[in-house]
């Protein structure tokens, strides 16, 4: 099975983002954004998220190929109502279409808020909280506490990639993702899938994680060629429910944990 075309569903956002009022920064420029967009947005070139940003209903954020976003790191002691986490994070909750390629990718990574600091700098990631449209393609995601969490939403993202997030992606509650080419580099665990979310994942590699490289909590899972190498624990499943022919594994320090009844 293969994802929907994502060149129709990202040219039309693209096209909606044109002909639409928003707000946008001129290619030259650093834009600097927080708080909730009032308006449909096109983000492109250099972007500072210097706290939390959130795409209310109603709200649609289109991001161009090559743009780069810089999150500023926030302390963790903010509790803000209409956010989930306590560092700063992009909220999703209307629809955001991410539009990089394979030689403009689309780059989200933190920065010291305090250039003197030597505590390295984490975001909180993108959210997608019940978000009525998510689409991602060539979007490379670094240094987040969840790089990329779903929650209650359907998504779809091809060439994917997280880097030393401690929590690569996540995916919770009555949604169904649908991955190309997912690759999760170091962190400690790359995709855990809970409750009653659903996953078609057509390709990818796990390496490195400290822990468990995939955790599958739920059962409706399809996964094809995807690589698991050089992690703790490959995957933790029930392999009574779930088909794990998919998989591939090279050099871990267990492939497979049973979980479910009679597991150790």
């Given at each position: 099975m293969?994802?929907?075309?994502?060149?129709?569903?990202?040219?039309?956002?693209?096209?909606?983002?044109?002909?639409?009022?928003?707000?946008?920064?001129?290619?030259?420029?650093?834009?600097?954004?927080a708080?909730?967009?009032?308006?449909?947005?096109?983000?492109?070139?250099?972007v500072?998220?210097?706290?939390?940003?959130?795409?209310?209903?109603?709200?649609?954020?289109?991001?161009?190929?090559?743009?780069?976003?810089r999150?500023?790191?926030?302390?963790?002691?903010?509790?803000?109502?209409?956010?989930?986490?306590?560092?700063t994070?992009?909220l999703?909750?209307?629809?955001?279409?991410?539009?990089?390629?394979?030689?403009?990718?689309?780059?989200?990574?933190?920065?010291?808020?305090?250039e003197?600091?030597?505590?390295?700098?984490?975001?909180g990631?993108?959210?997608?909280?019940?978000?009525?449209?998510?689409?991602?393609?060539?979007?490379?995601?670094?240094?987040?506490?969840?790089?990329?969490?779903?929650l209650?939403?359907?998504?779809?993202?091809?060439?994917?990639?997280?880097?030393?997030?401690?929590?690569?992606?996540?995916l919770?509650?009555?949604?169904?993702?649908?991955?190309?080419?997912?690759?999760?580099?170091?962190?400690?665990?790359?995709?855990?899938?809970?409750?009653?979310?659903?996953?078609?994942?057509?390709?990818?590699?796990?390496?490195?994680?400290?822990e468990?490289?995939?955790?599958?909590?739920?059962?409706?899972?399809?996964?094809?060629?995807?690589?698991?190498r050089?992690?703790?624990?490959?995957?933790?499943?029930?392999p009574?429910?779930v088909?794990l022919?998919?998989?591939?594994?090279?050099?871990n320090?267990?492939?497979?944990?049973?979980?479910?009844?009679?597991?150790?």
């Amino acid at each position: 099975m293969r994802l929907y075309p994502f060149i129709l569903i990202l040219a039309s956002a693209m096209l909606f983002a044109c002909s639409a009022p928003r707000t946008q920064n001129p290619p030259s420029a650093v834009l600097e954004v927080a708080g909730v967009l009032r308006e449909d947005t096109l983000w492109q070139g250099e972007v500072l998220m210097l706290d939390d940003v959130l795409v209310p209903r109603g709200r649609t954020l289109t991001i161009l190929p090559g743009t780069r976003i810089r999150v500023q790191s926030a302390g963790s002691t903010k509790l803000e109502p209409l956010f989930l986490s306590t560092a700063t994070e992009l909220l999703v909750r209307g629809e955001i279409y991410v539009a990089g390629t394979s030689e403009q990718p689309v780059r989200f990574s933190p920065v010291a808020e305090d250039e003197g600091s030597l505590e390295e700098p984490v975001w909180g990631g993108i959210i997608l909280d019940g978000a009525l449209s998510a689409h991602f393609q060539h979007l490379d995601l670094e240094k987040g506490e969840i790089c990329l969490q779903s929650l209650d939403t359907s998504m779809q993202a091809r060439h994917l990639r997280l880097f030393d997030c401690r929590y690569g992606l996540i995916l919770q509650g009555e949604g169904f993702a649908e991955l190309e080419d997912l690759q999760v580099e170091a962190g400690e665990v790359g995709l855990l899938l809970w409750e009653q979310a659903q996953m078609n994942l057509l390709g990818g590699r796990f390496t490195g994680q400290a822990e468990e490289a995939i955790h599958l909590g739920s059962h409706e899972v399809h996964i094809q060629n995807v690589l698991i190498r050089g992690t703790a624990l490959g995957v933790v499943a029930d392999p009574r429910k779930v088909d794990l022919s998919g998989l591939i594994f090279e050099d871990n320090g267990r492939n497979i944990y049973p979980r479910g009844a009679g597991a150790p």
